[in-house]
Every structure is written in C-alpha cells, then in structure tokens.
C-alpha cells in the first residue's frame, strides 16, 4: 500500500488548508487512518486519527480547529485545517494501520504556518 500526502503550503496565522491522503488501494480494511505531525527539532506526534467505523480522535491543540474525514470510494483520507496556528507549522503525515497491527507511512506534506 502507498500513500500520497498532498495539500500542504504556506498559509497565513487564521487560515485554513485541506489535506488529502490517497491511498493506492482499498482503505476500507484499515483498522485506523490518521494524520500526525513532526515539527523542526521535535518527535512525531498524533494529531488526528480516524477509525473503519468512523470514530474519531484529535490531539487537543487541534480540537475544535481541524476536523478528520474519510472517503472509502475515493480511498481517501483527509485533514481540514482551520485558524492556523504558527504552532502548527510541521510536516504532516499519513498512516494507515491495519488490524496485524502493520503500519504504513505516506510521504509528508509540509505545512507553513506565517505572515
């Protein structure tokens, strides 16, 4: 399985971007897909997950600002973004993890949050 991270860029502080995560086969056999985000000098960190039923997590500097979606037809996986933060200033990634417990990674996508 490959994923493809897109939908990244430079925004300014308040705005707001989609990220879009592709995957080259079904994703509806994922146990859990989900964003994660690693910052200059720091380690990888969650930021949003999404289970095969539906279910969703969020880390909480990002509750109530981005929002997880799947789209089972398209194989897709997205991040809506809103009111950036600078703080928010990572390259993002994809996973997708199946029930084995086998994970896979998408290349990121890199998010820069200024003005």
């Known amino acids: 399985v490959q994923l493809q991270a897109c939908g990244g860029g430079l925004v300014q502080p308040g705005g707001s971007l989609r990220l879009s995560c592709a995957a080259s086969g079904s994703i509806s056999s994922f146990r859990a897909m989900g964003w994660y985000c690693q910052a200059p000098g720091k380690q990888r960190e969650l930021v949003a997950t999404?289970?095969?039923?539906?279910?969703?997590n969020y880390a909480d500097s990002v509750k109530g600002r981005f929002t997880i979606s799947r789209d089972n037809a398209k194989n897709t996986v997205y991040l809506q973004m809103n009111s950036l933060k600078p703080e928010d200033t990572a390259v993002y990634y994809c996973?997708?993890?199946?029930?084995?417990?086998?994970?896979?990674w998408g290349k990121g996508t890199e998010v820069t949050v200024s003005s």
């Open positions: 996973n997708a993890g199946r029930y084995s417990g086998i994970n896979y």
């Open positions: 999404i289970t095969s039923g539906g279910s969703t």
